[in-house]
């Protein structure tokens, strides 16, 4: 049986997480802004359960936590709802890196064509862009600095640690899309300082079409963000709209899973990807891989095989594996992956470059058995 392998684009949801969004589906159907009946007051405790799970899975308080959509919605009212006081304090800069998901790029180029100016600093081939590059071009003018933790195409983990120590005594505000790291760097992401961060819940094991935009506090007070949607007052007016309590519930379970089981979810990863390279060296075949492990998750693997098409290689070798070459929001129309040209990767080694990505929850021997065939798939095609 074929094996799924592309955990980053959206991951399986946990059965105990559908558990429970079967049981709220089933008997808390209020709307949880409702203050007139117990309906909505249960509906409400469900939506406050989560949002503890969140915040205690993010080491931070619960009044910082907001639903969402998911990570796009996230990063759109990170980014757009700075409009108003970037024109109000004159501050029109925005600092971000030419890798980040298009979720951010296309809307700070939207805000481009409203007349801010976006600095994108690029990686070098390691994946990783450089610290002081980005903090470089941070100016007085500069509204926001926004950088990807674990970059979704090569796994390779950004210095926002740094980036965020540096920024922290600035007057200026640091966005993470935390998408690809939430529930998995748990540690790391405590550490971080940081005034936004946005993640997805599908990402692992949470159900789609939710995700969390965390606000942190200074001195009591959120940062200056702004609704982007008008409609009603739900989470605090930042996201107006019924919120959707059984998928909150699921986002704050997958949260609840992961702060409990990361440390061996971790392991479980690691021993896949030496089993994948140990296969990949076993094969014979000639292969590269994009980005510095020095700095990748262990869910990812970012691999050039020499000679090899990759829109070849994922077409004959479907019965087997399913994995992609680039992210699944850009990969209806093919172009070479704009994150492995930003890291300088020549063009045919992105034509032959795939992208495998898993998690704790895949079956060891079904990978090496899939990997195994699709390796065989690309030595009968490659040149
Ligand atoms: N940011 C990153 C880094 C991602 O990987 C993704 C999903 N591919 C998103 C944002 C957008 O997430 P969603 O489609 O769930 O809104």
């Not at 969140?54 to 639903?67: C, N, R, T, W």
């Not at 029109?92 to 100016?117: N, Q, Y």
């Not at 390779?156 to 920024?167: F, T």
């Amino acid at each position: 049986m074929s094996v799924y392998l592309d955990y980053n684009a959206s991951a399986p949801i946990d059965m105990r997480v559908l558990d429970k969004m079967v049981d709220v589906y089933k008997n808390v159907y209020g709307n949880a802004d409702s203050r007139t009946h117990q309906y909505g007051e249960n509906a409400r405790e469900v939506v406050e359960t989560a949002r503890k799970q969140v915040a205690s899975l993010l080491g931070i308080k619960s009044d910082e936590v907001f639903f969402t959509s998911g990570a796009t919605e996230s990063n759109n009212i990170a980014i757009q709802g700075l409009v108003e006081y970037a024109e109000k304090s004159g501050k029109k800069h925005i600092v971000t890196t030419s890798i980040e998901h298009k979720a951010v790029l296309e809307t700070v180029r939207h805000l481009e064509d409203k007349g801010f100016m976006v600095d994108y600093v690029s990686p070098d081939s390691s994946g990783r862009v450089d610290a002081k590059a980005v903090l470089e071009k941070v100016t007085e003018h500069t509204v926001l600095v926004s950088v990807m933790h674990v970059n979704n195409e090569t796994g390779i983990i950004q210095p926002v640690l740094e980036i965020g120590k540096e920024l922290a005594d600035r007057e200026v505000l640091f966005h993470i899309d935390a998408t690809q790291s939430c529930g998995k760097l748990v540690d790391e992401i405590r550490e971080l300082d940081y005034n936004m961060l946005s993640f997805s819940a599908h990402k692992f094991g949470g159900p789609q079409g939710v995700g969390v935009l965390v606000l942190r506090k200074k001195s009591f007070k959120l940062p200056p963000v702004k609704a982007i949607q008008f409609g009603g007052q739900q989470e605090h007016g930042i996201r107006p709209g019924t919120v959707p309590v059984a998928l909150i519930a699921g986002c704050g379970l997958a949260c609840e899973i992961a702060e409990h089981e990361y440390k061996k979810n971790d392991e479980i990863a690691k021993n896949i990807k030496s089993e994948v390279l140990r296969i990949m060296n076993d094969s014979g075949m000639k292969y590269r891989i994009n980005g510095s492990q020095d700095h990748c998750v262990n869910t990812t693997l970012n691999v050039c095989l020499d000679g090899v098409s990759s829109e070849a290689l994922m077409i004959s070798s479907k019965q087997y594996c399913g994995v992609s070459n680039g992210s699944a929001c850009t990969s209806k129309s093919y172009s070479p992956s704009y994150v492995l040209v930003a890291m300088g990767i020549p063009k045919e080694q992105i034509e032959s470059s795939i992208r495998i990505s898993w998690g704790h929850d895949v079956c060891k021997e079904d990978i090496c058995e899939n990997v195994e065939n699709l390796l065989n798939v690309a030595k009968q095609i490659g040149l």
